[in-house]
């Protein structure tokens, strides 16, 4: 029996919603190029595309139980990814209460008290309302919706598996979702963009830009923000993304010293590991797009979730409509012929 680890190269699912070409760089959403698609729509509309556009009529408000939840994790300085993990299980409407979750329990986190969602209020409008109490410019919201449109589905990752595997037992959707969240706090699928900024903000000069990045490779450093395990040429999201942020923050120093560290990284990385094609991935320019808006590191990876959750149900529905429990097989490698010796002990011995 031939075993893939990690099953990689493995096709496990049909899918109408979105397409990731590796070699190409390229990502359709619902036949969209993400190019075409994430600068223009509002997050509402790529939601519909995807065919879920009844799940917006949810109701934003959560549930006093789902504040109680965030206040006891407030108080135990829980990560936000657990807080939107244990809030999540006790509603129904996923996708339109992640975004009062996420705003309530950092609100909380931080001694203030939740600021109540707006219907008035696009989604992203809202959540950025939510998190200080400002109606955003509407250069922030657009901003924000390009960001949520750019990463609300991407084939079939880790944490779209994980759903897709759980309505595959014939479980329900917030169960589904409840588990993806557990796959995305993982920090191999949805911790990197902390760290991308990170380095930036270590390097903090151009000039510095070689030296410090020369002696992180050399050290045996990854360098966040680059590199995919699917993309072999540069992420077309972090295309998107840098677009969205030089927008926004114009000729801010910190544009063009992420711009700098950006292009001294490629050369280095080729120079170091050629053939490797190590390029910038989307979690670079997602640091500096979600910085700029004023969002603070501990919210990227929620921020995410707030998008992909539209994918997470798409990928459910889709999964339904067709469905076939997911089942892989393992290959067995431990011992054989063990032998139990029940003479020895009243509960027994192995050999």
């Known amino acids: 029996m031939s075993m893939n680890q990690g099953l990689e190269g493995v096709v496990a699912a049909e899918t109408a919603l979105s397409m990731v070409d590796g070699e190409r760089g390229e990502l359709i959403i619902a036949g969209f190029p993400i190019e075409e698609l994430a600068p223009n729509a509002t997050f509402e509309e790529t939601v519909r595309i995807l065919g879920v556009g009844e799940f917006l009529d949810g109701d934003r408000e959560i ?37 009062t979750i996420v ?47 750019t990463v609300v589905d991407h084939g079939l990752n880790a944490s779209t598996f994980t759903a897709r595997v759980i309505i595959s037992t014939g479980s329900d959707i917030v169960s589904a979702i409840v588990g993806a969240v557990g796959a995305l706090k993982g920090p191999l ?21 070689e030296e410090v990045l020369r002696r992180k490779i050399e050290a045996g450093e990854r360098l966040m923000g680059f590199g995919h395990r699917v993309y072999k040429v540069r992420d077309p999201r972090a295309d998107v ?16 010293l992420a711009n700098a560290v950006e292009k001294t990284a490629i050369r280095l990385l080729e120079e170091y590991k050629p053939g490797r094609r190590l390029q910038t991935n989307v979690e670079f320019y997602t640091a500096l797009l979600l910085h700029g808006l004023g969002l603070e590191t501990p919210l990227f990876t929620p921020t995410f979730a707030i998008s992909r959750v539209a994918g997470w149900i798409a990928h459910c529905l889709e999964q339904k409509l067709a469905n076939r429990l997911i089942r892989p097989q393992s290959v067995y490698v431990g011992p054989r012929g063990r032998k139990w010796d029940a003479t020895r002990t009243a509960g027994g011995r192995m050999h």
């Open 103 to 149: 705003a309530a329990y950092w609100r909380l986190s931080k001694g203030q008290e939740p600021i109540r969602p707006r219907d008035d209020l696009g989604h992203a409008a809202n959540y950025l309302y939510m998190l200080d109490g400002k109606v955003p410019s509407p250069k922030r919201e657009r901003a924000l919706n390009t960001y949520l449109n």
């Open 189 to 209: 699928h949805g911790g990197a963009p902390g760290p991308a900024l990170d380095m930036v903000f270590e390097i903090a000069d151009p000039s510095r830009a």
């Open 241 to 256: 993304l840098a677009a969205a942020a030089k927008r926004l923050l114009g000729g801010d120093p910190l544009y063009e």
């Open 63 to 99: 549930a006093p139980i789902a504040y109680d939840v965030l206040r006891a994790a407030a108080e135990r300085k829980d990560d936000p990814m657990d807080a939107l993990r244990a809030a999540a299980g006790v509603g129904t409407a996923p996708l339109t209460t992640f975004p």
